[in-house]
């Protein structure tokens, strides 16, 4: 059965950026220090371009899987977000792996200039940065400017004409559609809401430039962002939840620790007992 996107209402772009950034303050901690190993892992493979898209391609569809174990009312846990990312761990792999090899393929057929080896895609040593600068801002831009293109270039990766489209992961993993099935509804839901995706396109191709000239730690976090995004805006489309979902309230302190006592007497009375068992009477009163 394939899914009716819906369209977003208006101010969709406002709407979206504002939830994500608040998916992101749940869990801000751990989610930035995933991405910030795969942007160092992206620096430290620099020779490898089919790698580094790979692990940017990882690190997009991680950080949608994030965001949405991040929405659930409990609050999150790097445990739980480790453990959906196991689950989907042969996912991301397939969808990194077949849209790096698509677009490297169609670099090599259509796109390599002239005097420029084929295999540069694969391995280069072209604009390689062999000695990090003294100056502490220009090495925070050479460390990060290879991770914030291969973001860039990941929503081209995700659009490659016929070969995949925009929302096809997060309906593939998320609403557990056959892959075939997710494309079509993926593709039906940019048609129907063109305007706010060509600005999350804009927004991938000119943040990791802005990011890069005036702030280089700031990559890391438009991984983050933009995963969040990407995740939002297919909520929104495809479930008609317009905003994050509440949080579970924690137990006020008096009641938490009333029923901490209330445990260790019920656990006291089964230590006592001859048999181990709670006697019925004095549990109930």
């Not at 979206?16 to 942007?39: E, M, P, V, Y």
């Not at 460390?143 to 489209?165: E, K, M, R």
């Not at 927004?203 to 976090?221: C, Q």
């Amino acid at each position: 059965m394939l899914l009716e996107p819906r369209e977003a209402a208006p101010g969709a772009l406002l709407r979206w950026t504002i939830q994500a950034f608040g998916l992101i303050a749940r869990g801000s901690g751990f989610w930035l220090g995933l991405t910030l190993l795969l942007c160092l892992a992206i620096f430290v493979g620099q020779r490898l371009p089919l790698v580094s898209g790979m692990l940017a391609l990882t690190s997009f569809f991680g950080s949608i899987l994030a965001a949405a174990a991040l929405d659930e009312p409990a609050r999150p846990s790097l445990t739980r977000v480790l453990r959906l990312l196991r689950i989907r761990a042969r996912s991301i792999l397939l969808f990194a792996g077949f849209i790096a090899c698509a677009g490297a393929l169609i670099w090599i057929l259509f796109l390599a200039g002239p005097g420029v080896s084929w295999w540069n895609v694969i391995y280069t040593r072209r604009n390689v940065v062999e000695v990090l600068s003294a100056d502490w801002f220009v090495a925070l831009r050479q460390i990060f400017v290879y991770p914030a293109y291969a973001l860039g270039l990941s929503w081209f990766g995700l659009n490659i004409p016929g070969l995949t489209s925009f929302f096809q992961f997060a309906c593939h993993t998320l609403l557990d559609l056959p892959v075939r099935e997710a494309y079509r509804a993926g593709a039906a839901a940019q048609m129907k809401n063109l305007g706010p995706l060509l600005g999350v396109g804009l927004l991938f191709i000119l943040l990791p430039v802005v990011a890069v000239l005036l702030f280089p730690p700031a990559v890391p976090l438009l991984y983050c962002y933009l995963g969040a995004l990407a995740y939002v805006s297919f909520r929104e489309i495809f479930t008609g939840e317009v905003r994050n979902r509440a949080r579970e309230k924690a137990p006020a302190p008096m009641a938490a620790a009333g029923q901490a006592v209330r445990l260790q007497q019920i656990r006291q009375l089964g230590e006592d007992s001859p048999s181990g068992r709670l006697p019925c009477h004095k549990v109930c009163t």
